[in-house]
């Protein structure tokens, strides 16, 4: 299993990106964002279940960020907008077989490489 997240970069802030993440190898039931700014600790940022009819976001995300599913090509994405700097992270797909939209790192099974989001203000 395999998820290869892509992307990143760098972006004003007020504007938007929108992030990719590809699996390959299964599917799962569940799949999620997350982030880690630099000299911070790793925080959750969105999940979705397979289908990507039921999501879930932090309070940060909320009415800024969309987790979305392409099932056809088993594709996660996260769609951004008016990014502030302390968006600026490194972004982490994970995937999982929990029985909820988990918010704990440790209750996913499969995580990718990251991708580096800088936002300048």
């Known amino acids: 299993v395999q998820l290869q997240a892509s992307g990143g970069g760098l972006v004003q802030a007020g504007g938007s990106l929108r992030l990719s993440c590809v699996a390959s190898?299964?599917?799962?039931?569940?799949y999620a964002w997350f982030r880690q700014a630099p000299g911070k600790e790793r925080e959750f940022v969105a999940a979705?279940?397979?289908?990507?009819?039921?999501?879930y976001y932090a309070d940060s995300a909320k009415g800024r960020f969309t987790i979305s599913r392409d099932n056809r090509n088993n594709t996660l994405y996260l769609r951004m907008s008016s990014l502030k700097s302390e968006d600026t992270a490194v972004y982490y797909c994970?995937?999982?077989?929990?029985?909820?939209?988990?918010?704990?790192?440790?209750?996913?099974?499969?995580w990718g490489q990251g991708t580096l989001v800088t936002v300048s203000s």
């Open positions: 979705a279940n397979w289908r990507g009819s039921r999501k």
């Open positions: 994970v995937a999982g077989s929990t029985g909820s939209l988990a918010t704990r790192w440790s209750d996913y099974n499969y």
């Open positions: 190898g299964s599917t799962f039931s569940t």
